[in-house]
T-cell receptor, first 113, second 116 residues
Framework: GDSVTQMEGPVTLSEEAFLTINCTYT??????LFWYVQYPGEGLQLLLK?????DKGSNKGFEATYRKETTSFHLEKGSVQVSDSAVYFCALENSNSGYALNFGKGTSLLVTP | NAGVMQNPRHLVRRRGQEARLRCSPM?????VYWYRQLPEEGLKFMVY????????ESGMPKERFSAEFPKEGPSILRIQQVVRGDSAAYFC??????????????FGEGSRLTVL
């Protein structure tokens, strides 16, 4: 079935470092792909999304490109801030139903000053 | 705060007891979804409801679990005769649009159930 695999955490970076969180997927067809973020004490929030191959989603300095050839949707940010400390979830839209998202296990990011 | 509200945030139950988790969707949202996150796992879809209707419960365990979204009041996820394996974080989400909505789900903070 459709599934998402993302890199294990926790990831610890210094402020202004470059961030990459890897995400690969297995799916039938070409589902929409998402990154959600969960800040401490809050619910998951949609960070960015891409709905077709080669689309680039971007928000708050984060980017991810839908790569059909490598079935990947890696999250990147050029210069992280302490406020980016959170858990990041990669997800894909289930091919059988547009509302059932399949999530990865989440990657915890800690950014230190 | 007009976000998705879940309560309780933390719930402890002994084996065999019942757990009830509540979710109030965002204002104006009529679609509710429940997800479960087991330890060391990603979130897994459980059920999709609209007011007074269960639309898709393909992710719900066949026994002991039920969900409702009445005409008035919050959505309820009910787990009867809980077992240790039910210990997890249960997330509720809501949306305004009709699926497929390409991921425009708004999540609550989750309810963490611990079964002793």
């Amino acid at each position: 079935g459709d599934s998402v695999t993302q890199m294990e955490g926790p990831v610890t970076l210094s402020e202004e470092a470059f961030l990459t969180i890897n995400c690969t997927y297995t799916a039938t067809g070409y589902p929409s792909l998402f990154w959600y973020v969960q800040y401490p004490g809050e619910g998951l929030q949609l960070l960015l999304k891409a709905t077709k191959a080669d689309d680039k989603g971007s928000n708050k300095g984060f980017e991810a490109t839908y790569r059909k050839e490598t079935t990947s949707f890696h999250l990147e940010k050029g210069s992280v801030q302490v406020s980016d400390s959170a858990v990041y979830f990669c997800a894909l839209e289930n091919s059988n139903s547009g509302y059932a998202l399949n999530f990865g296990k989440g990657t915890s990011l800690l950014v230190t000053p | 705060n007009a976000g998705v509200m879940q309560n309780p945030r933390h719930l402890v139950r002994r084996r065999g007891q019942e757990a009830r988790l509540r979710c109030s969707p965002m204002k104006g949202h009529s679609h509710v979804y429940w997800y479960r996150q087991l330890p060391e796992e990603g979130l897994k879809f459980m059920v999709y409801l609209q007011k007074e209707n269960i639309i898709d419960e393909s992710g719900m365990p066949k026994e002991r679990f039920s969900a409702e979204f009445p005409k008035e009041g919050p959505s309820i996820l009910r787990i009867q005769q809980v077992v240790r394996g039910d210990s997890a974080a249960y997330f509720c989400a809501s949306s305004a649009g009709t699926p497929p909505n390409t991921g425009e789900l708004f999540f609550g903070e989750g309810s963490r159930l611990t079964v002793l």
